[in-house]
Structure formats: structure tokens, C-alpha cells
């Protein structure tokens, strides 16, 4: 579904990703670890257009998105949760969810997903009137999730999503994750919890300074001790 090939972004003249190819596959469940600064995060908008890369190639479906605009990444069934949430914290749950189906197709079935999200989400359904930014935080980041589902992606791009939060909520929000790729929809997470991540992945990339490492089945992963020492943080 999904294909980089030789990415490279930079801010300036400082290089962030060099040369890096993954591939997420229909249906599949894909996680980027590495350390902090590693560029994780810049990996993630060039795949979701927000940061245009200097070389490489983006495919999804087939369809190359160089020279794409921006805002129309979600018109190839790209959804991105980015980190920080960044929801509109003066709107309400409601509102925000129906921002998310703000594209043609995607507001044709508008009461459809909201039904399917507020079955994901149940506490959401109860707060639809509530402004997002008296939410909790795992709250604010299961409504950003439910938000990018609303435009119903076929690929899911998640940033840092339990960044902040309490163990047992990001248990249950894994569990979430893990919930909506059994839908159907291909996940590509990128994660500091590295345990967590690998629990529920499919396939992992392990990120140093901007360059892909290592690549495999997680247990094949964490089952060289140089690998977990090194770039997973495991004992």
C-alpha cells in the first residue's frame, strides 16, 4: 500500500531523514521506533506532506504523491494523528469529529462513522457536547484519533500517541489501535514506547539519526541483544 523509497528531508542544511525506505502493507500494522531526536517525527509528516522531501519517492495505492499538494494527501486515504493532538480546544467533542469528514466523500458517511468512532470510543459519545479542551489528556488524544477516522483513511499515520499519558491508558489506548487495524485500516505508528509498540506490530523500523538501522518481525528484532541494548531501550 504504502512505499518510501529513499527519503530525505532537511531543515536547511541539517539532514533529518536520509535515505529511508519502509513499505506498510494493506491492512498492515507498521511501527518506527528509535531514540528521541532520531527523526521520527519528521519521517512521519514527509509521509503525511507536511514536510516536503528533498529526494525520494512516496507511492501509496500505486499513486505517486510526489508533487501532491499538501491538503490533498487525505484525498489518497492518508489520516495523520499528529503529536500534541492539536485539536480546537474551544469547539466541542462533536465538532471536532465532524471537522474530521470535512471531505466530500468522507461527509456522505458522516453519521455512519460517527457511530462507528463513538463504538471505538465510548466516553467520547458521552462528552459529544463537552469543549475538547476540558477533556483528560488520554481523552483529548482517543478524540484526535477518532477525529482522523471520521475522514475514513485507508492508511493511519500516528505520532507519539501515548506521549504523556499513564500506563493503563495507553494500554487501552493500544488496545484501540490495535482495534482499528483489525477494520482494515493500515496503521504506521511512531512511538517512544517502544515495548508497547512492539506488542501490537506487524512489522518494526528501528530510526537513528535519520537513518533506518535495522528492519524486521518484532521478535526477530528484539531477540538480537545489540538491537534491544542499543536502539530498542530493553534489557
Known sequence: MLEVRNLKVSYGAA???????LDVEAGGLVVVVGPNGAGKTTLINAIAGLHRPDAGTLRIAGASLV????HRYCDHGIGLVPEG?????GLTVRENLELGSYRAAAKAR???TMEEVCGLFPVLKERMDAPAGVLSGGQQQMLAIARALMARPQLLLLDEPSLGLAPAIV???FAIIGAVNARGVAVLL???NVAAALEIARHAYVLEEGRIVAAGAPRE???QPHIRRAYLGLN
Not at 493532538?85 to 480546544?89: E, G, I, K, V
Open 221 to 223: 528484532l528484539t531477540s
Open 67 to 70: 508533487g501532491v499538494p499538501s
Open 190 to 192: 511512531v512511538e517512544q
Open 85 to 89: 493532538r492539536r485539536l480546537f480546544t
Open 110 to 112: 458522516r453519521a455512519q
Open 15 to 21: 539532514p533529518a531523514v536520509v535515505d529511508a525506505s
Open 171 to 173: 494500554l487501552e489506548l
